[in-house]
């Protein structure tokens, strides 16, 4: 493991943040796993500008995102634990301030130096913005969202389908996979999107 994938696990130790409650659940890596295999379907790797055979560039993108993924909500450090382990719904006032974890995330990056810096404050700021402009914080909508942060937050959003926390509880696969493709091109990049439950119907 080399200096900069050690810096970034100390960072993301700050607060884990899936391990809410009294459970406590391994989804960050399985959800950088499934980025990374997302990451190597043609539809995805056609969006990067490459074909099957460049195997270096899958490689170096698959390492940023994976990196990327590890921090995505790195702000959410600024939250208050009250209002991240609230056993029910948020009010809108606690909303508001859970959003900001986004810009609290970003700002970290603020004057990124690498590649990996880019992709993080990229994916932290707006890993929930959706397809079609309802997303926070900025509202963006189809491609104007950076591409990593389309595949992670398709990925990230099953992820949390599959497990239960205080918000929500867990789904059967069917059950996640309906959810998804009702939201492709809502929440989620359809091409994306669709690769990605191939995979997951595939598996």
Same mark, same amino acid.
């Given at each position: ?11 993301? !130790?700050?607060?884990? $943040?899936?391990? *809410? ?22 539809? *995805?790797? +056609?969006?990067? !500008? ?26 959410? $450090? ?26 609290? @995330? ?28 309802? +997303?926070?914080?900025? @509202?963006?909508? !189809?491609?104007? %969202? ?38 492709? @091109? $809502? ?5 994306? @999107?669709?690769?990605? %439950? ?6």
């Amino acid at each position: 493991m080399d200096k900069f994938e050690q810096h970034i696990k100390r960072m993301k !130790g700050l607060r884990d $943040v899936y391990e *809410v409650g009294t459970g406590q659940h391994n989804i960050l890596s399985m959800l950088i796993t499934e980025c990374e295999i997302a990451l190597r379907q043609p539809p *995805v790797s +056609g969006l990067l !500008g490459f074909d099957e055979g460049y195997e270096k560039e899958i490689e170096k993108n698959r390492d940023i995102l994976r990196m990327a993924a590890m921090l995505h909500d790195i702000g959410k $450090v600024a939250i208050s634990d009250l209002i991240l382990k609230k056993p029910a719904r948020f009010t809108h006032e606690e909303f508001e301030i859970m959003k900001s974890h986004t810009y609290h @995330g970003a700002k970290i990056f603020i004057e990124a130096q690498t590649n990996v810096d880019e992709a993080a404050r990229d994916v932290a700021l707006t890993h929930h913005e959706n397809w079609d402009g309802s +997303g926070y914080p900025k @509202g963006l909508k !189809g491609e104007a %969202i950076p591409l990593l942060a389309r595949i992670l937050s398709i990925a990230g959003a099953y992820e949390q389908m599959m497990h239960p926390n205080t918000q929500n509880e867990a789904k059967s696969l069917e059950e996640a996979v309906l959810e998804l493709e009702r939201e492709l @091109g $809502v929440l989620y990049d359809p091409i994306i @999107g669709a690769a990605f %439950i191939e995979l997951l119907r595939s598996a």
